[in-house]
């Protein structure tokens, strides 16, 4: 089986915000980034994905498994990481590991103390007097202990310092080396997934505006740069959104070799990093 | 879902340790049996669903293996466990005391835990987080505050329902109250699980 995440045509519906028709593949044994300004609909996305809510229309299937047969299958297959707090705040880290360990058949608890340790995590110390870093250091280390194949974490990087963030990625990257591991996860910060991801799905107003791996993204969209008077309504189709200053303009396309026939050399094209796709993006979709 | 319900202990370690003297004051004071017994069972019950309350709690708890149908159903269970439990510690509490009490003390202290848990409860799930457990206490307080009008206007001006009270017998009685009050406990347990089946957090 190739997807770990299935979602097909999936909507959900709130006052003001919904989530459209996602249909959102995952691959195993690959990291795939979720990316997104904030409000785009990511959060709500995983929440489908973790049953915290159920679509109005579509499917959803992890591991080809439905929530509506085999919830706990399907959760005892998954650890999880949420931006916020989500244990007890009074609590201390071992009492936690005593409420959550005995939901989990795999729950190991030798793997639990290494993490403890590496991250040098306080036992005995109420959860609410974690610094930031320590609490997302604490979810993962209840995330990775029991053996889970699928990683699901909404903004893990959020609110962290550069240095944690860093060893956070070189720990999934540590964790991608078992190849029957999937990690899924949300965050703002593209910089992010440069360094491990294989895939990179974005979502828009509520809409999945692509879902590729990174080396396709690399290949199908790049920056234009060129003199205005280059512009007219045929070239412009060229283009996802063009942003005009009297210097010239700067587009982001996601042909580029229709960019290529059309404007020649006449351009500069240059590589379109994620950050300038969801800038570009954010303008809207211009062509049809 | 013996690990839900074993959750509360872990969860409320250190109110735990304020029950006994709690329990001891009443007793100090003298309070009727019957409310004695109805002030320990809503103990640990009650202060679950304040934490439970939470929508932090909630994401937990739906992350991790379970489903929305245990998770309620561990909470009316649970609430039945850690009702005998007290009763339990709050007998030995009496005896301790020589405080004198009856089977039917324990009966009735039970039976409205269980018919005050089965209003409530559902309520927990309709009001917003942050209300619910004052909502609860106050109207808690003015329950017992103004049963005892009741029950003396009910004295007064019900005499036919008096009478045949006092003609049922006793166990045609007791038989009917526990039925009476296990209906409305399934009732209430069908309405919170229909509810939050749908919730989303």
Known sequence: ????????????????????????????????????????GKSTTIKT???LLRPDAGEVKLFGLDYKTHEKEIKQRIGFVYDGNIFFEGLNLKDIKRIVAPAYKRWDDTIF???????????????????????????????????????????????????????LLDLLQELMVDGNRTIFFSTHITTDLDRIADYIAFIQKGELVFNQSIHDVAENYALVKGELNLLDRDTEKAFVHVHRASTGFEALTDNIKAAKNIFGDTVIIERASLEDIMYYFKGGIHHA | MLNLI?????????????????????????????????????????????YDEKVETNILLNSLPYTRTEIIASRYLGAIVYMILSIGVTSLALLAFNKHFTVSDIA??????????????????????????????????????????????????????????????????????????????????????????????
């Open chain 2, 6 to 50: 074993k959750r509360d202990v872990i969860l409320q370690k250190r109110q735990l340790l304020l029950f006994i003297p709690f329990i001891l004051v009443f007793i100090l004071l003298g309070a009727p049996p019957v409310l004695i017994f109805l002030v320990a069972s809503i103990f640990i019950p009650f202060n679950t669903y304040a």
């Open chain 1, 49 to 51: 994905m973790m049953n």
């Open chain 2, 108 to 201: 009735i202290g039970s039976g409205l835990f269980l018919l005050f848990a089965a209003l409530t409860f559902p309520l927990f799930q309709i009001f917003k987080q942050g209300y619910i457990t004052t909502v609860i206490l106050i109207s808690f307080i003015l329950l017992t505050w103004i049963s005892r009008p009741i029950a003396l206007y009910m004295n007064e001006h019900l005499t036919t329902i008096i009478d045949f009270v006092d003609n049922t017998s006793v166990t045609v009685l007791y038989t009917g109250a526990t039925f009476f009050i296990m209906l409305i406990y399934i009732i209430s347990w069908g309405i919170t699980h229909s509810i939050y089946q749908r919730k989303v957090f």
């Open chain 1, 113 to 167: 103390y290494q993490y403890v340790e590496q991250f040098e995590l306080p036992l005995n110390k109420a959860i609410k007097t974690f610094s930031k870093g320590m609490q997302m250091k604490a979810s993962l280390a209840i995330a990775l202990s029991h053996q889970a194949e699928l990683i699901i974490m909404d903004e893990p990087t959020a609110g962290l310092d550069p240095i944690f963030r860093r060893e």
């Open chain 1, 1 to 40: 089986m190739e997807n770990v995440v299935e979602l097909k045509n999936v909507t959900k519906r709130f006052k003001g915000f919904s989530v459209n028709h996602i249909n959102l593949q995952v691959k195993r044994g690959f990291v795939t980034g979720f990316i997104g300004a904030n409000g785009a």
